[in-house]
């Protein structure tokens, strides 16, 4: 079994308005997010609120996932990515994880998970010599997930854990993509228009 965590309880200080609500080809970014997780091949879809959770359940009608509520979301991811593990099945052989303001389409998702083996610890994409996202880490970590901190620099804490257990997935530009300001979301959607 495949489950993933989708964080999306931040405060989106930056971008200014909740980036799970963002416009992504013509529906909120979270919906997309959550069904192009599936069509990769997800079997679960953990959603992780906080901020403005009401707002954004909303958005979410029709669409199968399971959302819990991170209520200490202000003190940072660790807290969320704590939430989501711990509402994920212990039956899961793999976990993606990702953040809402990473648009991923399905067939990158789908690499990602089919590099993953039993073996390996973590798998994530790599472009150039950059990391991305999503990362996919295995079920037997999710323990290590449920007691990231703050102070231990919560998933990126875990992965320098089994740094030597990790594999990287040849990918391209997309596995980098990262929706933090106005500017950026603008110039990703001239994108998502120019490849449509």
Known sequence: MISSILLAA???????????????????????QIRQLQEAGV???????????DDIHRKLHGLTYRSVLNPVYQLGRAGS???????????ASAIVLLNVDQPRPADLIRSVIEGHTSADSATR????????????????????????????????????AHVNEIVDVPSDERCLLDLNTPDEYEAALAALAGDS
Do not use: F, N
């Not at 930056?14 to 979270?30: H, S």
């Open 10 to 32: 931040g405060m989106s200080t930056r971008m200014g308005q909740p980036k799970a609500l963002l416009d992504w080809g013509g529906e909120p970014l979270i919906c997309y």
């Open 43 to 53: 079997d679960e879809v953990v959603v992780v609120l906080g901020y403005r959770a």
């Open 81 to 91: 990515l704590r939430a989501g593990a711990k509402a994920v099945s212990p039956e």
């Open 125 to 160: 994409p790599v472009h150039g010599d950059r990391h991305g996202h999503p990362v996919v880490v295995a079920g037997r970590l999710r323990g290590e997930l449920l007691a990231a901190t703050e102070d231990e620099r919560g998933l990126r804490g875990v992965m320098e």
